[in-house]
């Protein structure tokens, strides 16, 4: 996971946090999504949770059309 651009530590922490009680470790993607829905209901701005972003493989397969 990386941020698209600087936001505050306590912020980070807090979000950091979220993110693996949702799955971090083994489904970061899903684990991302409800972090940042979580964020959302909460009425967190989104400075504190859309600078996050998932890169690299999910260990999921391709889509299938």
Do not use: C, N
Request: zero cysteines; a positive charge.
């Amino acid at each position: 996971m990386a941020s698209l651009w600087s936001i505050e530590d306590a912020a980070t922490r807090r979000f950091i946090l979220r993110f693996y009680e949702e799955g971090g470790a083994s489904a970061p993607v899903l684990a991302l999504a409800r972090a940042q829905k979580a964020f959302i209901a909460s009425g967190q701005p989104a400075s504190s949770w859309a600078p996050f972003v998932v890169i690299g493989s999910t260990g999921l397969a391709p889509a299938t059309h």
